[in-house]
């Protein structure tokens, strides 16, 4: 790790201890408590409901936090997971150092580190999603070579009072600045306490989605985040979002990720990007095009796109979300730069290198080296989603497509450069299958398709048999055909899901 990425590192343990979180040991934590006068150790596990939860230690010595940090603690399993019985539900909570940061939020200097589940064996819990996007991503690696990484682009709204002065104007409210964009301070902030989490953050800004109603202003932003190894990025999803609603509370607004707000405008996606990396070599480019590994993986993906959203679009207003003629996919199709398709191939910087030296020509020194930037983009999953196991299947179909022969002509019978719903390629349209339209479909499609994931043991079959009975619980089938033109009755399921995930 160069000096300047310690130096410049937000998170305070790796400027105190001089090391990248992922060399972070037991003795390094113990070490930045003693000289930073910690009094406080929270560990941090996510539930099925998506949401960081917390176990509070009070540290009372040296001793007492070594064996914190040695042994973890017991919790009820049966009030985190619906598929573990009370009858035997003790777990353990193991935290894993590499994710310890310092809590922003609380009075007395605290610690937080994210955890593991472990069963009464001492063994990883295997239901657990954290764990299941660990062993894809083991198996990814050990099958390829390479590192699977991604990032995830974070949508969200910010409801406060209405302000009459510098109004935003209704659905134009993409990169926005202050004073029309009023809560660009809450994003300014979020994205310096996540960065100091330990989130490797790309960017933040003001998203198209902005309306008023008589007394209340909605206001849509972005938190988008820089590719890192599977487990590190949906790891600094769940602190971004638990950060962002920390600071929602403290300003007195309320935040949602919910895919839909109301109807007729911009709903909130969780779009994902990944790219394979092999010895720091992004491989989805070759001799400047997107390279035969990169469409595989595309067609692995495609080839189970309508099962996915079981793990990614998991209440009924996710399929409000996914409507056509919005920014929002419905067939099963990819393209370039095409934000109707299912996936995105978006602009990359191949063949683009020279823009800095002619827009600073005095610069003699500002020409970069030849960068690879190029991704592909999952545009359909939204907030509802469990990203480790939405992950989990990015990682598992991306494999599919590299094993299978005729995935290069499945990418190319998919692959399309129009907007395809436009009447003169109807014939095209036609040709594509539809993604679920609820999630009670959702649920058909991974009945159909669960082998995919259940291979090579990634996927319990106890999880996706659990999965497909909570998705057909919602009895959904056609919901939004019979909520067509009904806006009250979408406001009170909008208010119902508002603080999903």
């Not at 996007?133 to 990814?140: E, I, N, P, T, V």
């Not at 827009?359 to 500002?366: E, K, L, R, S, T």
Request: hydrophobic share 40%; glycine share 6%.
């Amino acid at each position: 790790m160069k000096d300047s990425e310690i130096s410049m590192n937000p998170n305070e343990l790796v400027q105190f201890l001089k090391k990248p979180s992922s060399q972070f040991t037991k003795d390094d934590i113990i070490q930045f408590c003693e000289e930073n006068g910690v009094e406080m150790v929270n560990f941090r596990y996510v539930a099925e409901d998506g949401r960081l939860k917390t176990l509070n230690f009070v540290i009372n010595s040296k001793e007492h936090l070594d064996s914190i940090l040695s042994t973890g603690e017991r919790v009820d399993g049966s009030s985190l997971f619906s598929f573990i019985g009370a009858g035997s539900s003790d777990l353990y909570v193991i935290p894993r150092y590499k994710t310890a940061f310092v809590n922003p939020f609380t009075s007395v200097p605290t610690i937080d580190i994210l955890c593991s589940f472990y069963t009464n064996e001492g063994k990883p819990l295997e239901s657990s999603p954290e764990y299941v996007l660990r062993k894809a991503h083991d198996l990814f690696k050990k099958e390829t070579g390479c590192t699977f990484k991604a990032l995830a682009e974070l949508e969200y709204y910010v409801i406060s009072d209405r302000e009459e002065a510098f109004p935003g104007v209704d659905q134009k409210g993409y990169h926005a600045s202050e004073p029309f964009a009023k809560c660009e301070v809450l994003r300014r902030e979020a994205l310096v306490l996540i960065a100091k989490a330990g989130g490797k953050i790309k960017y933040g800004h003001a998203e198209v989605g902005c309306f008023m109603t008589e007394d209340k202003l909605f206001e849509q932003h972005e938190i988008e985040f820089l590719p890192v190894p599977a487990e590190e990025a949906v790891d600094q999803l769940v602190i971004a979002k638990w950060i962002v609603r920390m600071l929602g509370y403290q300003y007195g607004v309320d935040i949602s990720f919910a895919p839909k707000i109301t109807v007729g405008k911009a709903g909130s996606g969780l779009h994902f990007h990944m790219l394979a990396e092999k010895d720091g070599c992004n491989l989805m480019i070759e001799n400047g095009k997107l390279s035969p590994m990169a469409r595989k993986m595309i067609a692995g993906i495609l080839d189970v796109a309508d099962a996915l959203t079981a793990f990614g679009n998991t209440i009924p207003t996710s399929y409000l979300r996914l409507v056509p003629h919005q920014e929002a996919p419905t067939n099963i199709c990819w393209g370039d730069r095409n934000r109707s398709v299912v996936i995105r191939v978006p602009l990359g910087w191949s063949g683009a290198q020279h823009m800095i030296s002619d827009a600073n020509p005095h610069d003699c020194n500002c020409q970069p080296e030849s960068v690879n930037k190029q991704t592909f983009e999952f545009r359909v999953p939204d907030c509802s989603a469990d990203p480790y196991l939405l992950v989990a299947g990015f990682i598992i179909s991306s494999l599919n497509g590299l094993k299978s022969k005729d995935s290069l002509e499945v990418a190319e019978k998919l692959y399309v450069d129009v907007n395809i719903f436009k009447p003169e390629f109807k014939e095209k349209l036609a040709t594509l299958k539809q993604l679920p339209a609820s999630c009670f479909e959702s649920a058909e499609a991974l009945e159909a398709k669960r082998t995919a994931f259940e291979e090579n043991g990634i996927f319990p079959k106890g999880m996706i048999d659990s999965r497909i009975n909570s998705l057909k619980a919602f009895n959904d089938k056609g919901l939004s055909e019979k909520l067509y033109g009904k806006n009250d009755e979408i406001a009170k399921l909008v208010q119902q899901y508002l603080h999903v995930g």
